[in-house]
């Protein structure tokens, strides 16, 4: 019913920026809270940034002050504005959202397939 596509990952060399964008379509009928979450391998999947509809924004420790989650209500889309980025940042980087559809009294929630971010010189 409902897809999200990531873009923008790739390399950086340490302290550059990199921007990630996400895009939910299907039956949407809205959408509660959008986030990102990254994994590196051999770890867990963790939170990073996660923007509630109306709320202000939350992040993880490790990259406040360094990155700026943001979203666009009418396209239903999310980005992630990464600068000064760390070699401890690689990952494999989701879009999530929790999303109301209209065949569904409760909100169901949705990955994207991920996107690889490398910073490394």
């Known amino acids: 019913q409902v897809q999200l596509v990531e873009s923008g990952g790739g390399s950086v060399q340490p302290g550059g920026s990199l921007r990630l964008s996400c895009a939910a379509s299907g039956r949407i009928v809205s959408i509660d809270d959008m986030a990102w979450y990254r994994q590196a391998p051999g770890q867990a999947r963790y939170l990073v940034a996660r923007?509630?509809?109306?709320?202000?924004?939350i992040y993880a420790d490790s990259v406040k002050g360094r990155f700026t989650i943001s979203r666009d209500n009418a396209k239903n889309e999310v980005s992630l504005q990464m600068n000064s980025l760390e070699p401890e940042d690689t990952a494999l980087y989701y879009c999530h959202a929790t999303i109301r559809v209209p065949t569904d009294t409760l909100p169901v929630g949705a990955w994207g397939q991920g996107t690889q971010v490398t910073v490394s010189s």
């Open positions: 923007l509630p509809t109306g709320t202000s924004p």
